[in-house]
């Protein structure tokens, strides 16, 4: 077991969590109040910081490159807040930026999208590239979402349904090559 300290560690007493076969990319940050569950990845560039609240990140979900994953601290403004929560099996496309939301099992997280504060998005939902969730908005469960802002577009084909698990799949077997190699915070506990 090998563990990167500059990418994995403590804040403020609270250290991440993490699964058993979790990918840490060495460039990336993962801090404070964080739970990646198994089979997770993190890739390179990324920044999932847990410090003012907490992050649950399901199994088999894939973080990729240059994503950011915050919260929404309480406040007079939020009143508690709102923690960053992701399900199973979801795959987050580079550059991805998701904050202070509620994300589903199975769902795609197109490239350079954006989730906001207090939204919600259901199960088996694809997001398209480059697309806004605003603050608060909830995605029904089985369909295709695009643009800025986001709009439903069409209900998901049986193809693009059993696509979710197909890609998690794949990123699960990619960071065990990673892993085999003794690259990034192979961490199990």
Same mark, same amino acid.
């Given at each position: 077991m090998s563990c990167n300290q500059k990418s994995v560690r403590r804040y403020q007493g609270m250290s991440p969590q993490l699964g058993e076969r979790v990918f840490v990319d060495p460039s990336a940050v993962v801090l404070g109040d964080? %739970? @990646?569950?198994?089979?997770?990845? &993190?890739?390179? @560039?990324? &920044? !999932?910081r847990g410090d003012m609240h907490h992050i649950r990140?399901?199994?088999?979900?894939? %973080?990729?490159?240059g994503s950011i994953l915050h919260i929404t601290h309480a406040s007079a403004y939020n009143p508690g807040g709102y923690p960053l929560i992701i399900g199973e099996d979801?795959? !987050?496309?580079?550059?991805?930026?998701?904050?202070?939301c509620t994300i589903g099992n199975r769902v795609l997280i197109g490239m350079a999208s954006? *989730?906001?504060?207090?939204? *919600? &998005?259901g199960d088996d939902v694809i997001i398209g590239a480059g697309s806004l969730v605003p603050p608060g908005k909830q995605l029904e469960s089985g369909y295709?979402? *695009?643009?800025?802002?986001?709009?439903?577009?069409?209900?998901?084909?049986?193809?693009? @349904?059993?696509?979710?698990?197909?890609?998690?799949?794949?990123?699960v077997k990619l960071k065990d090559k990673h892993i085999s190699e003794n690259y990034g915070a192979n961490l199990e506990s």
């Amino acid at each position: 077991m090998s563990c990167n300290q500059k990418s994995v560690r403590r804040y403020q007493g609270m250290s991440p969590q993490l699964g058993e076969r979790v990918f840490v990319d060495p460039s990336a940050v993962v801090l404070g109040d964080v %739970v @990646l569950g198994d089979d997770c990845s &993190v890739w390179p @560039l990324t &920044v !999932i910081r847990g410090d003012m609240h907490h992050i649950r990140i399901g199994a088999r979900t894939s %973080v990729q490159d240059g994503s950011i994953l915050h919260i929404t601290h309480a406040s007079a403004y939020n009143p508690g807040g709102y923690p960053l929560i992701i399900g199973e099996d979801v795959t !987050i496309g580079h550059q991805a930026m998701l904050h202070g939301c509620t994300i589903g099992n199975r769902v795609l997280i197109g490239m350079a999208s954006m *989730v906001m504060d207090g939204a *919600v &998005v259901g199960d088996d939902v694809i997001i398209g590239a480059g697309s806004l969730v605003p603050p608060g908005k909830q995605l029904e469960s089985g369909y295709l979402y *695009v643009g800025r802002p986001v709009e439903q577009k069409r209900k998901l084909t049986e193809k693009e @349904l059993s696509f979710f698990t197909y890609t998690a799949g794949n990123y699960v077997k990619l960071k065990d090559k990673h892993i085999s190699e003794n690259y990034g915070a192979n961490l199990e506990s």
